[in-house]
């Protein structure tokens, strides 16, 4: 089964932003996408039927626990690619930071352990702004906290220009194992409004609108 999950380095990085624009830039290549979403969260998985036409599960291991995570995973999966089997993916967004769970020293119900438990490699989303070289330390540390945890790609969000994205990559490549897959540039436009604790729930003809306008 393909899959990867979608990770941030914290909360508000833009992970739901870029999970959904690689939802939709596959779903144009005529991949299937099946999405999911750590956490007990309702309207994250909202924005991702709107993008894939079809249903997004929870994942979250401290309330379904470990065998529940697999069996949902597993089962939907199955389903998936029982409709469609030579080109069906699954996408996982993860929720807060990478390792962020229910306490601060068990990895229950964090995006890190979900990846563990599956097996999944992570593509982490970093926000770039105001950072350069340092991009190259963070992400090494991410990678080393855990190294269990598949860190595969990154992708860099709010990235100021080409240049920027260069010096960014050099950073990371130069002493992290995880490949620079591209970046998202900085532009106010491509947005999601967020309030406390979530995003602003949008009608699903906006949420297609802004989500496919830069692929």
């Known amino acids: 089964m393909k899959?990867?999950?979608?990770?941030?380095?914290?909360?508000?990085?833009g992970k739901t932003t870029i999970a959904l624009g690689l939802m939709a830039a596959l779903?144009?290549?005529?991949?299937?996408?099946?999405?999911?979403?750590?956490?007990?969260?309702?309207?994250d998985p909202s924005y991702h039927k709107a993008v894939?036409?079809?249903?997004?599960?929870?994942?979250?291991?401290w309330m379904m626990g470990v065998d529940g995570v697999k069996r949902t995973f597993y089962k939907v999966m199955q389903e998936s690619l029982f409709l469609n089997p030579k080109f069906t993916i699954g996408i996982i967004e993860g929720v807060m930071g990478l390792f962020d769970g229910k306490d601060g020293?068990?990895?229950?119900?964090?995006?890190?352990?979900?990846?563990?438990?599956?097996?999944?490699p992570v593509i982490l989303v970093v926000d770039a702004?105001?950072?350069?070289?340092?991009a190259g330390a963070l992400v090494y540390g991410y990678e080393r906290f855990d190294p269990k945890v598949k860190i595969s790609g990154v992708i860099f969000n709010k990235v100021g220009s080409e240049r920027h994205f260069k010096m960014l990559k050099q950073a990371v490549e130069d002493k992290c194992k995880a490949r620079v897959l591209g970046y998202i540039p900085r532009d106010e436009?491509?947005?999601?409004?967020?309030?406390?604790?979530?995003?602003?729930?949008m009608e699903n003809s906006k949420v297609k609108s802004q989500k496919s306008k830069r692929l």
């Open 105 to 120: 020293k068990d990895e229950h119900g964090s995006t890190a352990h979900v990846a563990k438990v599956l097996g999944i």
């Open 27 to 43: 779903q144009k290549r005529g991949i299937s996408v099946q999405p999911f979403k750590v956490g007990p969260d309702y309207i």
């Open 52 to 61: 894939c036409g079809r249903p997004s599960y929870n994942l979250d291991t």
């Open 129 to 134: 702004r105001s950072m350069a070289r340092s």
């Open 189 to 201: 436009e491509v947005n999601l409004p967020e309030r406390h604790l979530g995003l602003v729930i």
């Open 3 to 13: 899959a990867f999950i979608v990770a941030g380095t914290h909360s508000g990085v």
